[in-house]
C-alpha cells in the first residue's frame, strides 16, 4: 500500500509562488508514475503535472511554463514549484500514483481515474 501526505498549501496572492511537497512510502517512485492534481470547488479533478519513473515530465495547458514538477527519489518526495500563480490556481492539490504509459496520459482528461493512490490534499488559495 502506497501511503502520500502532501504538504505546502498556503494562501498567497496574485503573482505569488508556492512550493508543494509529498512524501511517499518509500521505493514508490521506482514503481509509478506521479502526479499533482487539483480540485476547485464545483469542477472536476484535473492533472497539473506529472512526472514519469525516468523523469519525463508533462504538464496541464493551463500551467505550463508556470509550474514545475520533480522529485527526489533518494528522499521518495514530490514537490511542485508554482509561480506567476492566478485566482484559477485555487484549489485542493492531491498527489497521487499511479502506473502510466507516460506522464502526458496523467494529465490528459483520464488521468485521475487512472492513479491508484491519492493524498489526502493540500489547500491551495490566490487572493487579488
Known amino acids: 500500500q502506497v501511503q502520500l501526505r502532501e504538504s505546502g498549501g498556503n494562501s498567497v496572492e496574485v503573482g505569488g509562488s508556492l512550493n508543494l511537497t509529498c512524501i511517499a512510502s518509500?521505493?514508490?517512485?521506482?514503481?509509478?508514475?506521479m502526479g499533482w492534481f487539483r480540485q476547485a470547488p464545483g469542477k472536476e479533478r484535473e492533472g497539473v503535472a506529472a512526472?514519469?519513473?525516468?523523469?519525463?515530465?508533462s504538464y496541464g495547458y493551463d500551467v505550463k511554463g508556470r509550474f514545475t514538477i520533480s522529485k527526489d527519489d533518494a528522499k521518495d518526495t514530490l514537490y511542485v514549484q508554482m509561480t506567476s500563480l492566478k485566482p484559477e490556481d485555487t484549489a485542493m492539490y492531491y498527489c497521487?500514483?499511479?502506473?502510466?504509459?507516460?506522464?502526458?496520459?496523467?494529465?490528459?482528461?483520464?488521468?485521475?481515474?487512472?492513479?491508484?493512490?491519492w493524498g489526502e490534499g493540500t489547500r491551495v488559495t490566490i487572493s487579488s
Open positions: 497521487a500514483a499511479g502506473l502510466c504509459s507516460g506522464p502526458r496520459v496523467v494529465v490528459g482528461p483520464y488521468g485521475p481515474a487512472g492513479m491508484d493512490f
Open positions: 518509500r521505493g514508490t517512485f521506482k514503481t509509478y508514475c
Open positions: 512526472i514519469a519513473k525516468d523523469g519525463e515530465t
